[in-house]
């Protein structure tokens, strides 16, 4: 009777956390059925007195001719660049450090690990200038490119702990057979990593799809926008606010995270399980 006791409690507050949680989406996709008079008339509640699919239809209508599927197909584009870019520079610098033997090795990556701890607003300006000296403001670039050059520190530290369990009698076996550094990589130990690869992936694809600050700063062009600089397009503190149109692109844009995260969570939980496991 205890243990059951204790079961039922446990389940009890865990069900209760869950729905607490999951509110504000269950919120946010109610509201995008609602009139936009009862939006925040009945904020509690959940259940529309009426579904107004209108919300999705002009919401998707966009702006002066700029329709929602520009900002989307715009907002996939960089996060597909982003996350190739990400993969291959991350892995390559990540390897470098786990498996290969060259000076100030420790004294670079203990630098990689300081860059960790720097507010993105440190390098923001000096970011900025240099963009706009390359002509570069008002594109995709500045958004895509540096993921191409040098990878980000965070999926380097992940990476360079998943590729330290990797057992080294593999590469030694590698270079009785003929291979060298390149090769090692590319045959030997990339196949091993893709838990790795996959969290990384994910990840990626997630905070590139969600960023703000960055199109924010460097595209000017509507017809550029992603759809977060899309979704803040129907807020106007100066005139109306589109709270129903807000609300229902705001459950289409979740969709693609929903859908990524549903299929790749076993992959997201054994990549971070086994980052940092010795062989």
Known sequence: MILA??????????????????YPI??????????????????????????????????WAGFGGTTFGTFFSNSLIITVVVLLGT??????VAYGFARLRFWLRSFLFACLMITLMLPSQVTMIPQYILFHD???????????????IGGSPFFIFLLVQF?????RELDEAAVIDGCNSYS?????VLPLTKPALVTVAIFSFMWTWDDFLGPLIYLNNPKLYTVSLGLRMFSDPSSLSHWGYMFAMSVLSLLPQFIVFLFFQKNIVEGIATTGLKG
Do not use: C, D, Q
């Not at 919120?27 to 009862?38: D, H, I, N, Q």
């Open 134 to 148: 390359l002509g570069w403001v008002n594109t995709f670039l500045p958004l895509t490119i540096p993921h191409f």
């Open 87 to 92: 993969i291959v520079s991350s892995s390559v």
């Open 184 to 188: 090692i990589f590319y045959r030997v």
């Open 26 to 59: 269950l919120w946010t996709l109610a509201s995008s059925f609602k009139p936009e008079s009862e939006i925040f008339a009945h904020s509690g509640s959940l259940i529309p007195s009426s579904l107004e699919w209108k919300n999705y239809v002009n919401g």
């Open 5 to 22: 006791g204790r079961r039922f409690i446990y389940h009890a507050f865990v069900i209760a956390f869950g729905l607490v949680m999951i």
């Open 163 to 167: 590729f330290r369990g990797i057992p």
